[in-house]
C-alpha cells in the first residue's frame, strides 16, 4: 500500500526518536568506544534525501535534544550538528552522486568534524584529555554509512516520503 507523502513524515520522526535511543544506550565497555553517532549519520541521510524538508533547523532541534540526553553543555551538540547540516545541505547534490564508498569517505569526514567542533568547545568549557579512541565513532560511522543509507532508502521508499 502507498502512502501519501504528507503523512509518512512521522516516519522521519520515528527515525530520529530511534537515533536518540541508540544514543543513549548503555553498550558493553568494550565496545562503548565504537558506538557511532546515530543522531548526526541519520540526520544527514535525511538531508540528502529530503533537503527541502529537513535542514539546519531540525539540525538544531535534535542537537538541543542531544544535550539534554547527553547531559552536556546546552547548545554544544546544537552548535556541532547544525555546522554540519549546513554543509551537507550544500553538497548534497554531490554526495548523492558518489557510489557508497566514496560517500562513506566523505560521511567520515564530516563526522570527523562534527567531533573536531565538539572537541573545541569541550577545550574551551572545561580541560578534557582525549586518546585515540575519541575518534573511533567517525571510522564507525563511515563503515556503517553503506547498510544505514540501503536501510533509511528502503523505508523512505516503502512510506513514499517525499
Known amino acids: 500500500m502507498i502512502r501519501e507523502p504528507a503523512n509518512a513524515l512521522h516516519v522521519v520522526l520515528i527515525t530520529f526518536m530511534v537515533a536518540l535511543v541508540l544514543t543513549v544506550l548503555p553498550l558493553p565497555a568494550m565496545i562503548t568506544g565504537y558506538k557511532p553517532e546515530w543522531v548526526t549519520l541519520i540526520l544527514l541521510y535525511w538531508i540528502m534525501a529530503l533537503p527541502q524538508r529537513i535542514g539546519i533547523s531540525i539540525a538544531w532541534i535534535l542537537g538541543i535534544a542531544l544535550d539534554v540526553l547527553r547531559g552536556a553543555l546546552l547548545g554544544q551538540h546544537a552548535l556541532a550538528l547544525t555546522v554540519v547540516a549546513f554543509i551537507v545541505s550544500h553538497l548534497y547534490l554531490r554526495l548523492r552522486m558518489y557510489p557508497f564508498w566514496q560517500q562513506s569517505v566523505v ?56
Do not use: C, E, H
Not at 128 to 133: G, L
Open 107 to 162: 560521511i567520515g569526514f564530516i563526522l570527523l568534524v562534527y567531533q573536531v567542533l565538539l572537541l573545541w568547545i569541550y577545550d574551551m568549557t572545561s580541560t578534557v584529555s582525549i586518546t585515540w579512541s575519541y575518534w573511533l565513532p567517525s571510522l564507525t560511522g563511515a563503515l556503517l554509512w553503506p547498510w544505514l543509507f540501503m536501510v533509511l532508502r528502503n523505508v523512505r521508499r516503502k512510506y513514499n516520503i517525499r
